[in-house]
């Protein structure tokens, strides 16, 4: 995918990995919902909370954030190829939100987000935009 979207050779970003979801992972979301209705209640409240085992929603916004400053001098030059969460992750910090207010966005799958570095902070150029056809 990455390849194809951008006509170079992708380098993997271990920053940019979905969140681990520990005893979760693999798992519809209903079918945790039913089995840990509290687990799940804590999760999508409180950003530093694991009862899953594995990574709070924080600590990959964390992770994400270090590696978009990382890159703030190059960032007009990377096109990035990741899941919703590390999308999500990335609006929270150029918008300065927490964990939790970035789950309502909708990211849409197979959809363009932009970030530009500026040096004010961040700026989100679109969401969710479609490639044309």
Known sequence: TARAASGREPVVAGALAE?????????????????????????????????????????????????????????????????AGPIRAALAHALGLTATRAAAFDVAPLSHTGLAAGNGGWRITYVNRKAAP
């Open 19 to 83: 969140a681990d979801y520990g005893a979760w992972a693999g798992r519809p979301f209903a079918e945790v919902a039913a089995a840990d209705p509290a687990g799940l209640g804590a999760w999508l409240t409180d950003p530093r909370a694991v009862p899953h085992g594995g990574e709070s929603l924080a600590g990959m916004g964390e992770r994400v954030a270090a590696w978009m400053e990382s890159l703030r001098a190059d960032a007009a030059r990377v096109v990035a190829v990741c899941d």
